[in-house]
């Protein structure tokens, strides 16, 4: 089998993946991807230098893409995962790995539309997986060798960091990492808000904000990083910082993060019964 990976709809999940991807070494010309419209596709190709193929001009895309490639990664919406796998079905490989990047949609779900045997890997990445810095939750089918798992594992290596964990734990861990990065976007929006209220101005404001989370990010990304210790270390006794925390604590920031994870993974396994 070639070394083709296909990516089967091409938003902004499967573009991240893929720009993280293609970053970490795999050559443009080992990729294609579907997408629904020309002027889409023709940007993907501009951008990536791959080959993208519209549905719009190409009613059989998907299965021209499927076609002989090793890895598939199934990026179009929950609700239409499992026609596309019905779709493609017909055209792979025995030994070809299906992964979906998909939430909700389990893996018996995925399973019951693809030929018996086929080999399925749910993930749970996020968006920072286009700068090579996502977090990519991988979970093996009933049919996914070892051998299958680890060539998933390293394709997504080189768009983040790897974990691997029981399917039963995938919402949760959509919870955190996978709407994990919105939360660091909300933060950085109620920072820069609460500039503006103590009177600077709004594009200064911004500006402190976004860099400083995105700079507490790179010291949380040191190796062995711990952020309750980098927390403690710029919070002196009795300072403004301290102040800060103690009015976050009294405010029920900690059990309002824990309600709000609890919500999305919640709302995960309402969507995967509702999907089944």
């Known amino acids: 089998m070639s070394n083709r990976i296909a990516f089967l709809g091409c938003g902004s999940m ?5 720009g993280g991807v293609l970053a970490g070494g795999t050559a443009p010309v080992d990729v294609v991807a579907t997408v629904r419209r020309a002027e889409r596709a023709a940007e993907l190709a501009e951008r990536y230098g791959v080959t993208a ?27 239409g995962i499992t026609d596309l796998a019905r779709e493609i079905s017909p055209v792979l490989k025995p030994d070809a790995v ?3 990047v998909a939430a909700a949609v389990s893996i018996a779900q995925l399973e019951a539309a693809l ?38 594992k390293e394709l997504f290596a080189s768009a983040g960091t790897v974990v691997e964990v029981p399917e039963d734990q995938v919402d949760s861990v959509g919870a955190i990492s996978g709407s994990g990065p919105a939360y660091a976007f909300y933060l950085a929006e109620a920072m820069a808000a609460a500039g503006r209220e103590l009177g600077l ?11 400083t989370v995105a700079g507490a990010g790179f010291m949380l ?19 403004t910082t301290e102040r800060a925390i103690a009015a976050f604590d009294q ?5 309002i993060i824990a309600e709000g994870a609890r919500a999305a ?12």
């Open 14 to 18: 499967n573009e991240a993946i893929l």
């Open 53 to 79: 193929i519209a549905g719009a001009e190409e009613p059989d895309a998907n299965k021209l893409a499927a076609t002989g490639s090793r890895i598939l990664i199934l990026g179009v919406k929950p609700v």
């Open 98 to 100: 299906v992964v979906s």
């Open 115 to 152: 030929p018996a045997g086929q080999a399925v890997v749910r993930t749970m990445p996020n968006t920072p997986a286009k700068l090579g810095r996502g977090v990519i939750s991988v979970s093996p089918g009933t049919h996914c060798s070892p051998e299958q798992l680890q060539r998933v």
């Open 201 to 211: 101005d709004p594009e200064l404001s911004l500006l402190l904000a976004r860099e």
């Open 221 to 239: 990304a040191e190796p062995g990083a711990d952020p309750a210790a980098l927390r403690k270390a710029v919070t002196s006794p009795n300072g």
């Open 251 to 255: 405010g029920g920031m900690p059990r």
């Open 265 to 276: 993974a919640a709302r995960s396994a309402e969507i995967t019964k509702q999907l089944g």
